[in-house]
């Protein structure tokens, strides 16, 4: 049995299903995410599913656009959350470093930017780095052009930024640009809007969506409370085909890891491969293709720094992280000797 009603749902999905597991309407994708409660469509309908504190203690927790194996019953758990192709994610806010996934299973993501403030070629970048490293497709769109003082410039300007991303300009407000944006996600492919305050993504949302434009979306789904508006995020079909992953928290996507650096700065990566030095800080080192590019104009000065200020971040990161993660170990020996001492000591009575 295939899962029409499952977008997205394709052989990565299914190879890792038994054939019992395929033909059942135990498969299901989750829809909506309110914190507390996870709303799965399944081939038979959207069920509020129960979520099991070990795929919690595990690290598992399914989030929207995750595919699940559900048990069979009135009440619906989640046996199993199904390998991510890919993900969005952040950093928790707060400032802890804990991944936090926003989004399973994401083919697009819409790097959104409004015109009025022109294109911020370091957010771009920021951003691209987290998009590359959970392994979607980025696509910049550059909004409100209406505002553009010169279009072609900031065209321009968001493409040094990103020399291998594409980027489209649209408008929610007088939808051009809005079928192309459409067409990348058909005929099944997921997609998301990431982007500042203000630049237009709730406006773009609603026009892919064809739905009439509103700061919040009602669920139109209901649980025990009935039918509520709430702020979740929440997976919504598009007309014509695929789907659009909508909700708070997708604003300003920190960095993660470090496999986004490289993708996103590419051309910085092709010249630096010439530095005599192979760890070349583009400082004061003799021979240094970076410094000489810069020179000749051939690469941006100010890419070349925030490349320098991504990777520091990132591995400020990896030391925080891998800090609490030593420190874990240590705790675990300790706990260990003791129970071997108090052994030896029950032993020896
Ligand atoms: N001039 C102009 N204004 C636009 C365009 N698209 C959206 N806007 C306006 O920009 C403002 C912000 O748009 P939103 O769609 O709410 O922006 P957002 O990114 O969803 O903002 P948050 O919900 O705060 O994240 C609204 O007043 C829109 O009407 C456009 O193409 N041109
Ligand atoms: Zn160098």
Redesign the pocket.
Known sequence: MVHPELIGFGPFFSSQLSLEELQSSLVGRAVADRGRSLLVRFPDGDHPVVVPGRLRAEGALPVVGDFVVASPGPARTVTRVLERRTWLSRNAAGGATAEQVLAANVDVVFV?Q?L?EGPNPRRLERTLAAVHAGGAEPVIVL?????AEDLAAALAEARAAAPAVEVEVA????GEGVAVLAARLRPDRTGVLV??????????TNALLGREAQRTAPVRASDDRGVHTTSARELFPVPGGGALVDGPGI?ELRLWDASGLDATFEDLAAIAARCRFRDCSHGAEPGCAVREAIAGGRIDAARVESHRKLALELARQAERREGGAARAERERWKAVSKALRRLSRERGR
């Not at 909004?143 to 505002?147: F, H």
């Not at 305050?197 to 773009?204: D, E, I, P, R």
């Open positions: 959104v409004g009025d909004t409100k052009p209406d505002r408008s929610g407000l007088t982007g500042p305050s203000g630049a237009g993504k709730s406006t773009l604003r």
